[in-house]
T-cell receptor, first 108, second 111 residues
Framework: KNEVEQSPQNLTAQEGEFITINCSYS?????LHWLQQHPGGGIVSLFM???GKKKHGRLIATINIQEKHSSLHITASHPRDSAVYIC??????????FGTGTSLTVIP | DVKVTQSSRYLVKRTGEKVFLECVQD?????MFWYRQDPGLGLRLIYF???????EKGDIPEGYSVSREKKERFSLILESASTNQTSMYLC??????????FGPGTRLTVT
């Protein structure tokens, strides 16, 4: 049973486009994390959110606790943004539960 | 910078072999984790450890064991590898503020 849903599963965009990746979860959480995984496997943490909005460079993450939904936005997308983006939620047991990821390809 | 290293990037083993995957972190984190990642399933927790010599089962511990003899090292053991254990294995360590740092992953193929 997958309690963390991401959409879309795959996304292709032209360079410069504004991109949105969505994450929904089933019950209340302690925090939500957005991760990036490049080809080859390494995963890096982008954001940790428990409310509101965070911005880092061209990346923006928002969370709506009432609606149990988070979005990751990429402005002015670039081919180097091509990666798998993973949403992970942390519940009261402090373990992480991961979405299946969104594979993003940005075409020059 | 936190560094998490894994002993191999790619590994090919035969069915029935005993397999050791090692993970080392250099930031004195108490919490360490082993995940496997399969297409369409996301990352799933195999085992985790909150301290030296402590281990806890995750969601899919069957067919695996772990060892944590030193704080910086967390080993995953496949006692008798099977083809359904072909996967990407990712180790992570975590701060007390829940920031997770992942290793580069080991892609294991069992033939």
């Amino acid at each position: 049973k997958n309690e963390v849903e991401q959409s879309p599963q795959n996304l292709t965009a032209q360079e410069g486009e504004f991109i949105t990746i969505n994450c929904s979860y089933s019950v209340g959480i302690s925090a939500l994390h957005w991760l990036q995984q490049h080809p080859g496997g390494g995963i890096v943490s982008l954001f940790m959110l428990s409310s509101g909005k965070k911005k880092h460079g061209r990346l923006i993450a928002t969370i709506n606790i009432q609606e149990k939904h988070s979005s990751l936005h990429i402005t002015a997308s670039h081919p180097r943004d091509s990666a798998v983006y993973i949403c992970a939620v942390r519940w009261a047991d402090n373990q992480f539960y991961f979405g299946t990821g969104t594979s993003l390809t940005v075409i020059p | 910078d936190v560094k998490v290293t894994q002993s191999s990037r790619y590994l090919v083993k035969r069915t029935g072999e005993k397999v050791f995957l090692e993970c080392v972190q250099d930031m004195d984190h108490e919490n360490m984790f082993w995940y496997r990642q399969d297409p369409g399933l996301g990352l799933r927790l195999i085992y985790f450890s909150y301290d030296v010599k402590m281990k806890e089962k995750g969601d899919i511990p069957e067919g695996y064991s772990v060892s944590r003899e030193k704080k910086e090292r967390f080993s995953l053991i496949l006692e008798s590898a099977s083809t359904n254990q072909t996967s990407m294995y990712l180790c992570a360590s975590r701060t007390t503020r829940y920031e997770q740092y992942f290793g580069p992953g080991t892609r294991l193929t069992v033939t």
